[in-house]
Structures are given as C-alpha cells and as structure tokens.
C-alpha cells in the first residue's frame, strides 16, 4: 500500500471515527439524562408517598409539645395524693410515657427539630422538679407552685412548637 493509499483509507474512515465518536456521546449523554429523570421521577413519587407520614409525624409531636406543656399537663393531670413528690413523680412519669410513645416519630424529622423536642421535654421536668423543691407541702400546693412559677417565663414547649411549625413551612 502507497502513501496514496494509506492517506486515502484515512480519509476514508475519519468522518466515520468522528461520526462514532460523537454519536457515542450524545447516546451516553441521553442515557445519562434518562437515567436523571428517571430518578427525579422515581424520588418525586417517593415524597409525594412520604409527605403524609412526615406531617403525620409532625403532628403527634405538636400534639405531644401540647400535652406537656406545663399549665395543659397540670389540669389534665390531677394528684392522685396529698403527697407532693408523687404528684412531681405522677408528672414526670406522665411526660416520659407520652415521650416513649412518640420515641418512632424521630425517624420523619432532621435532628435538629428531634433535640429541640427533646430539650423541651427535659426543661418541663426541670421546671416541674425545681418548683417541687419548694417549701409546698401538699400535691395541691405543688400545682399552684409549679403554674406560678411558669407562668411569666415562656414555655419550653411552645418555643419547640413554633421550631416545629417553622420547619414544616420548610417542607414546602
């Protein structure tokens, strides 16, 4: 084969290697911009499906935020003895059981707003605690103690409240 010839397989088979090449591309570029919209489906179906149980969720924890916030906790639950450590223990055991049941909520939220639900729940034992180390002498006096001494400060659970609604208005 002559220089001729080797120049003229050449010209030949450039615009057949340019023409793979860049149909090569653009097929790897399509495949790789189906496989994105495939995906972008596939995770728009996938919240669509979980929205509900994420507000759901939210939900149980607003409620859970009202349960104990300190004047809601102290009417609903009423001493069961004159006796003002088990009224602070009737409290506490009330906030950690609606705590445990809500304990699966935690996988639906960041846990940033899961701390700021569990910070609340320990400031309102706190709060509950520190008011029945007063000079009170009976379960009644306790509950007056423990709404007076709430009463000017803002509760901790309706700062996680308002933490909670603000990252559900995130989820938008």
């Known amino acids: 084969m002559t220089g001729d ?9 450039l615009p057949a290697v340019v023409t793979g090449a ?8 399509h495949t790789r911009n189906e496989e994105g919209r495939r995906r972008f489906l596939l995770q728009k179906e996938s919240q669509k499906n979980a929205l509900p149980i994420r507000l ?5 924890l607003a409620l859970f935020l009202e349960r104990i916030s300190i004047p809601s ?33 935690q996988i639906y939220m960041t846990d940033e707003c899961w701390n700021v639900i569990k910070a609340a729940k320990n400031a309102t ?3 509950i605690r520190r008011s029945g180390m007063s000079s009170s002498d009976s ?30 208005g995130e989820l938008w």
């Not at 102290?74 to 450590?85: F, H, I, L, T």
């Open 5 to 13: 010839g080797i120049f003229q397989l050449f010209a030949y088979l």
């Open 22 to 29: 860049v149909a090569f591309y653009f097929f790897r570029l």
């Open 56 to 60: 759901q969720a939210y939900e149980r």
């Open 73 to 105: 906790l102290v009417v609903r639950v009423a001493p069961k003895s004159a006796d003002k450590n088990d009224y602070e223990n009737l409290l506490v055991r009330h906030i950690e059981n609606e705590f445990e049941h809500n304990l699966s909520q």
């Open 125 to 127: 034992i706190q709060a």
């Open 139 to 168: 379960a009644e006096k306790l509950r007056e103690d423990i709404l007076n001494d709430t009463m000017d400060k803002p509760s901790p659970s309706a700062t996680a409240l308002s933490y909670v609604k603000k990252e559900i």
